[in-house]
């Protein structure tokens, strides 16, 4: 059973940044994939980044160039850095993983979440 922990999130001013994290346990799927996701208030969960068991990446358009998504299997970590923060980027932010191939983007194709972590971006 895979178990993932979020932490990293806070509140930070526009320009800023933050590094998300996730601890990921009982990861044995393959293949497979991690994905970071975002849910702002009032909004439908969306995927922001993800990443397969061969480091392969996607990063959505709305976050290129700005959140880099990683794996440090050593660690059995994920991460997520979020640079050039803005106030569209606040919201719960969650990682998720799935089996099989592919990078998909809906929610409901991922079996495993964590609890998410609260990111607040001020103008």
């Not at 009982?26 to 009032?42: D, I």
């Not at 660690?75 to 099989?100: F, H």
Request: net charge neutral; proline share 4%.
């Amino acid at each position: 059973q895979v178990q993932l922990v979020e932490s990293g999130g806070g509140s930070v001013q526009a320009g800023g940044s933050l590094r998300l994290s996730c601890a990921v346990s009982g990861y044995t799927y393959n293949p497979g994939s991690l994905a970071w996701f975002r849910q702002p208030p009032g909004k439908e969960r969306e995927a922001v980044a993800m990443i397969d068991n061969f480091g392969n990446t996607k990063h959505q358009d709305s976050v290129k160039g700005r959140f880099t998504i990683s794996q440090d299997n050593a660690k059995n970590t994920l991460s997520l850095q979020m640079n050039s923060l803005t106030p569209e980027d606040t919201a719960m932010y969650y990682c998720a993983a799935r089996a099989g191939w592919g990078f998909l983007l809906h929610p409901g194709e991922y079996t495993s979440w964590g609890q998410g972590t609260q990111v607040t971006v001020s103008s």
